[in-house]
């Protein structure tokens, strides 16, 4: 929608994190209105690895129960491989913290790099449920990319990018809505 890309218009050149609060504030309104069983959250917890530094991310609840998790970081993150695998390992970090909450089947979760978009999943239902995408391992005397630049795939302000988020959203709401059936 127009005034959601007007939003992230308003994001400067070269922003912190705290820069995409208010354009991913107003995305995940839209799409989980306040009107609605579901909330949105903001959470700013501290960084297990540098106690001066906070995680920014977005749940969405339905009533009390996480149903997707939107973490936050800024586009220059993309570029650098520490910072791609701090982010995908705060994401699955929360996932796991959360896995036992979520009403749903499976829950879900965004790793944002500015408007840079990688999706992940957890079937609920199986203690041995991996996360999707797949963790690749560290190796311990090498640099490896545990997390790649290309799985950051998709844009929000693209259109492929907002019909994938729009997907995710959509599933969501369904199986909300069938728990409540």
């Given amino acids: 929608p127009d005034k959601i890309v007007r939003q992230f218009a308003t994001v400067p050149p070269s922003p912190s994190e705290s820069a995409y609060l208010g354009p991913d504030n107003k995305l995940l309104y839209h799409f989980f209105p306040s009107d609605t069983d579901f909330v949105v959250v903001p959470q700013y917890l501290p960084d297990p690895r540098n106690a001066a530094d906070f995680t920014v991310m977005f749940e969405i609840l339905l009533v009390n129960r996480p149903v997707l998790i939107l973490g936050l ?105 069938a728990l409540n059936g």
């Fill in 73 to 177: 970081k800024p586009p220059s993150h993309l570029e650098l491989l520490s910072k791609r695998q701090a982010a995908d390992e705060q994401i699955r970090c929360r996932m796991g913290d959360l896995v036992g909450k979520c009403p749903l089947g499976t829950l879900r979760a965004i790793s944002a790099l500015g408007t840079k978009l990688c999706f992940y999943s957890l079937d609920t239902t199986d203690n041995d449920a991996e996360i999707m995408p797949r963790a690749l391992p560290r190796h311990l005397t090498k640099v490896n990319d545990t997390a790649p630049a290309n799985r950051w795939d998709c844009d929000i302000l693209e259109p492929a990018g907002e019909e994938r988020f729009r997907e995710i959203v959509q599933r969501i709401k369904d199986e909300c809505t």
